[in-house]
């Protein structure tokens, strides 16, 4: 059976570290401890509180319909050694006649501080570059997530500009209950050449190679 409209493969993507891959049954505890965590709740739109099964549906209805329609991809970052799951790269909104896409990335809170989101992207981003023929990459930060604007500039991202007043982001009171408010996004984009020497400049950073491979 073949789809009318482009979608992405069911891919594997390889660095020193790390695996991407599509979500599994078994990604659903770790999924929702994960998308529990303060920062994930303060920067996305993921309910509060997340159970299981709305981690379950993400990854047997929402993840797959996405790819299906062409739309982007949902891919779980695991670790080499351990499989553990350590965070999500997401494409969405994918113009296959622009050849764009946006990217958006969470790293679980037992994974941060280890360069994961900056190896995550890097190797999505050459994998959407060499082999699915894409032009533009977009990221949206919200304008107080540092640590988001801070892996786009690694990746070797551009800042675009501003949207003013465009992200709903959360705060958590004292008594637990979350409360929306209004900030910026920040857009930035990737294109091909902008990965000139990033892979080398991140591998002198960090200390490992940030080659990857897929399949």
Known sequence: MTTAHPMFPDISISTERLVLRTLEDADAPGLAEMMNDEMVGAWTAVPQPYAEADA????REYAPAEREA????????????TQRLVGIVQLAKTNWRVR????????????????????ASLATAQ?????QGMERIELRTAADNTASQQVAQKIGCISEGVLRGACIART????GTWSD??????VWSLLPEDLDGVTDQLAEASGYSAYSEWN
């Open 56 to 59: 379950r549906k993400w990854i």
């Open 70 to 81: 062409g739309r982007g991809i949902d891919l779980a970052v695991t670790e080499f050694l």
């Open 100 to 119: 764009s896409t946006e990217m958006s990335y969470i790293i679980a809170p037992w994974a941060r501080g280890e360069g994961y989101a900056a190896e």
């Open 127 to 131: 994998w959407l570059f060499r082999d």
């Open 172 to 175: 958590r009171g004292e008594d």
């Open 181 to 186: 408010f209004r900030t910026d996004y920040i």
